[in-house]
């Protein structure tokens, strides 16, 4: 079975600040990585995804996410973060190569992203 | 192309009481979702149709039943609520091939029990 761990509940950051928020995640077969974002009282909007390929994957809203195989993570990042990026995000995992496979998801961490 | 839609948008109801929750996406995938969203929780799958005439249960499937009711409308219904299913209720559609795969979300659904 695959599990998502999202090791921070909540990072408070300044605007302008970078800001790297972590997933590590387990499975015993080939998986699929993605971030999500969720801004208050709406639904889930995807940032990124990683299927196959580089490891650097870049996304929406100047996100960018690196998969690293050896330490399972899937780090999110953004190298200068605006008020407006204050939301939930999601780390999920899914079955590789596989039709109709369910997301498996992290239990989020809220940004704040304050002046 | 509207994608995923759920309706209802909100929804209060009593204990006892039932209700069935709609999602429809025009987007022709074979894939379809449930989930709920509690505090602290993430999502969590309630039950999913990974094709047209097949439905399976995900991690929380007490208490609620589904219908995939043809290729593009998937329904999910509480027989007698309880206030342990107050949640946000999201529904998904998925497709995958050799190119690529992701999930897309509805807008979701906030059911408050009393």
């Known amino acids: 079975a695959q599990s998502v761990t999202q090791l921070d509940s909540q990072v408070p950051v300044f605007e302008e600040a970078p800001v790297e928020l972590r997933c590590n995640y387990s499975?015993?077969?080939?998986?699929?990585l993605f971030w999500y974002v969720q801004y208050p009282n709406q639904g889930l909007q995807l940032l990124l995804k990683?299927?196959?390929?580089?490891?650097l994957v870049k996304g929406i809203n100047g996100f960018e996410a690196e998969f690293n195989k050896s330490q399972t993570s899937f780090h999110l990042r953004k190298p200068s973060v605006h008020i407006s990026d204050t939301a939930e995000y999601f780390c999920?995992?899914?079955?590789?190569?596989?039709?109709?496979?369910?997301?498996?998801f992290g239990k989020g961490t809220t940004l704040s992203v304050s002046s | 192309n509207a994608g995923v839609t759920q309706t209802p948008k909100f929804q209060v109801l009593k204990t006892g009481q039932s209700m069935t929750l709609q999602c429809a996406q025009d987007?022709?995938?074979?894939?379809m979702y449930w989930y709920r969203q509690d505090p602290g929780m993430g999502l969590r799958l309630i039950y999913y149709?990974?094709?047209?005439?097949?439905?399976d249960k995900g991690e929380v499937p007490n208490g609620y039943n589904v219908s995939r009711l043809n290729k593009r409308e998937f329904s999910l219904r509480l027989e007698s609520a309880a206030p342990s299913q107050t949640s946000v209720y999201f529904c998904?559609?998925?497709?995958?091939?050799?190119?690529?795969?992701?999930?897309?979300f509805g807008p979701g659904t906030r059911l408050t029990v009393t």
């Open positions: 998904a559609s998925s497709e995958w091939h050799a190119g690529g795969y992701e999930q897309y």
């Open positions: 499975s015993s077969v080939s998986v699929y």
């Open positions: 990683y299927l196959s390929g580089s490891t």
């Open positions: 999920a995992v899914s079955l590789a190569n596989q039709a109709g496979t369910a997301l498996i």
């Open positions: 987007m022709n995938h074979n894939s």
């Open positions: 149709s990974a094709s047209e005439g097949t439905t």
